[in-house]
């Protein structure tokens, strides 16, 4: 019986053994690259041969480039405070004629801030003021305050104990300068000097420092409380059974804090108050110091702006804080239309970031407990930062602030401060152990090639 698949003719079974040995030869003569055997050998991996896909370019950019500007900007922040501490460091080398002579010392005011707790205008001082007093070598102390009008009552409280230095009570600073004039330990009698953080904190600055030149020595007098005779009428006739039946009251909780005292005048006393005799013609200058805080979801872009951008305010800062170092001052001024001045200006700008709360007026609705028992009333809180700056001509001109001299200024922006302090701990930790693999070893007696 026949095959009914015949067999294929012999040039149509070789033609296509030919056309696969001709496609095969050009693979057969490639061969892959080896990998090098040092690598090899320290565990790395065989680098990929081909670009990564388009969203991981997309996100290595795009952290790439978030991380360079971080960087980029804590390092010439640091430059800045750098420059600026080296800039007033010559003052810390000088000599002092007196062993026991004190330094000079400043005071520092700062506020929580409208919305915020203290530890934010703490971590402020902390980060731009600190490291250029500390290279300054000179001697600071705080007035801090929680809540607004705090600053107002120690500023006010400061000045009515210099206009009336004895008093029945006294404070810690009052026994330190009791034992310095025992010991015979010299003051400071140079130029002195006020830090004022914040624009809020300015406000209650420039409201104590009227308050306690041109107010009273003695606290006003608050009005007494009316005694209803319906309540003396119950608790005289009141039975057995209503004692028995009435509740243990619990004893009220003491705050740790004292209570804030009142103001002891209002901004329109002003005209009408007279002057100490005392009043020194020039008061101690001070530097209001800017201190931008803004909160809110909706000002995260500002926010954003603003923390890539640290280095600017890390130099505008070094420079007032400089120019307190270095004791240049001079008189307030006014304004290029002659109708406010610089006290009432300065630092404006901070108040449009302020929280809502600020400006809205508080509403005291009375409470339900307070419809029954009658309690003492309280004078009314006095709204400082809502409020515009009020001033007295007669405390305005003895006002002075520090600035910097253009010569210093000059100076301090020709200083180089070396990558060696600006550097962090892995590139520090690779500069060190790069000059010690390149360093020559010091010679050793004991070896016997020495």
Same mark, same amino acid.
């Given at each position: ?224 409380? *009316? #005694? ?6 119950? $608790?005289? +006739?009141?039975? !057995? /059974?209503?004692?028995? %039946?009435?509740? =243990? ?70 420079? *007032? #804080? ?6 240049? $001052?001079? +008189?307030?001024? !006014? /304004?290029?239309?002659? %109708?406010?001045? =610089? ?108």
């Amino acid at each position: 019986m026949a095959d009914p698949t015949p067999p294929p003719a012999p040039g149509a079974a070789s033609a296509p053994a030919t056309s696969t040995g001709a496609a095969a030869s050009p693979a057969a003569t490639y061969k892959a690259p080896k990998p090098n055997p040092a690598f090899r050998m320290m565990g790395i991996p065989v680098l990929p041969r081909k670009l990564p896909s388009r969203n991981w370019m997309i996100f290595i950019a795009v952290t790439s480039s978030i991380s360079a500007a971080v960087i980029y900007d804590k390092r010439e922040k640091k430059r800045a405070t750098a420059r600026w501490s080296k800039a007033v460091s010559h003052l810390a080398k000088e000599p002092i004629s007196n062993p026991n002579q004190m330094p000079r010392k400043l005071t520092i005011f700062l506020e929580s801030p409208p919305g915020d707790g203290l530890r934010v205008a703490q971590d402020h001082f902390t980060e731009y003021i600190k490291p250029i007093l500390a290279s300054s070598g000179l001697d600071w102390e705080f007035v801090q305050g929680r809540k607004e009008g705090d600053v107002r009552a120690a500023v006010a409280e400061r000045i009515r104990r210099t206009r009336q230095p004895e008093t029945n009570t006294q404070i810690q600073d009052d026994v330190v300068q009791h034992i310095r004039k025992q010991n015979g330990t010299p003051e400071y009698n140079g130029m002195r000097g006020d830090i004022v953080i914040g624009r809020h904190t300015w406000k209650e600055y420039v409201r104590g420092l009227h308050e306690g030149w041109l107010g009273p020595l003695t606290p006003p007098q608050l009005p007494e409380p *009316e #005694v209803q005779k319906a309540e003396e009428t119950q $608790a005289s +006739e009141g039975s !057995e /059974d209503t004692k028995e %039946t009435k509740p =243990e009251e619990k004893p009220e909780k003491k705050s740790e804090r004292p209570p804030q005292p009142p103001p002891y005048n209002t901004t329109n006393d002003y005209p009408t108050s007279a002057l100490p005799m005392l009043i020194p013609s020039e008061f101690s200058p001070s530097a209001p110091i800017g201190f931008p805080h803004i909160l809110g979801f909706s000002n995260t872009l500002i926010r954003t702006r603003r923390f890539f951008n640290r280095r600017s305010l890390a130099d505008d800062v070094g420079r *007032e #804080v400089a120019a307190v170092c270095l004791a240049a $001052a001079r +008189e307030y001024r !006014e /304004d290029a239309d002659m %109708t406010r001045s =610089e006290q009432q200006t300065v630092l404006e700008h901070e108040e449009r970031d302020w929280v809502k709360s600020v400006w809205k007026e508080q509403e005291q609705k009375p409470k339900e407990d307070d419809k029954q028992e009658p309690s003492t009333p309280a004078a009314p809180a006095e709204k400082i930062w809502a409020s515009p700056v009020v001033l007295d001509p007669r405390i305005a001109m003895r006002m002075r602030r520090f600035e910097i001299q253009p010569e210093e200024e000059a100076r301090a922006r020709q200083i180089v401060v070396p990558e060696e302090e600006l550097e962090g701990w892995i590139r520090g930790s690779l500069r060190s152990l790069y000059r010690w693999a390149v360093s020559k070893p010091e010679p050793n007696p004991s070896w016997p090639d020495e």
